[in-house]
């Protein structure tokens, strides 16, 4: 069992930056990779960022690439997205994952077994 807390969101002009972060607790943090998501109001949940258990390896959605940076920390067992030079179409509530079956940097969300609450993000024009 996983269990996951973001916190971060907030609401900022665009141009902006945030910075959120994701708690996991529960089974070892550097066993399992993690997932940053997001849904905007009317679509559908979309990738946004992974990185491996071991931190070795990371992906992106293209439209965050070079604004977006996903990092872990072992010792406080948390995983963080740093969204800088945010858009208005930024806005959305982003959610952690955690993909504890598989060993890839996977992102589709069929992967990720555990989820948290999920925190807005509101980029303003």
């Known amino acids: 069992q996983v269990q996951l807390v973001e916190s971060g969101g907030g609401l900022v002009q665009a141009g902006g930056s945030l910075r959120l972060s994701c708690a996991a607790s529960?089974?070892?943090?550097?066993?399992?990779?993690m997932g940053w998501f997001r849904q905007a109001p009317g679509k559908e949940r979309e990738f946004v960022a992974t990185?491996?258990?071991?931190?070795?390896?990371?992906r992106y959605t293209d439209s965050v690439k070079g604004r977006f940076t996903i990092s872990r920390d072992y010792a406080k067992n948390t995983v963080y997205l740093q969204m800088n030079s945010l858009k208005p179409e930024d806005t959305a509530i982003y959610y952690c994952?955690?993909?504890?079956?598989?060993?890839?940097?996977?992102?589709?969300?069929?992967?990720?077994?555990?989820w948290g609450q999920g925190t807005q993000v509101t980029v303003s024009s």
């Open positions: 994952a955690a993909n504890t079956r598989g060993i890839n940097t996977e992102t589709s969300s069929s992967f990720y077994d555990y």
């Open positions: 529960g089974r070892t943090f550097s066993s399992y990779g």
């Open positions: 990185i491996k258990w071991s931190g070795a390896n990371t």
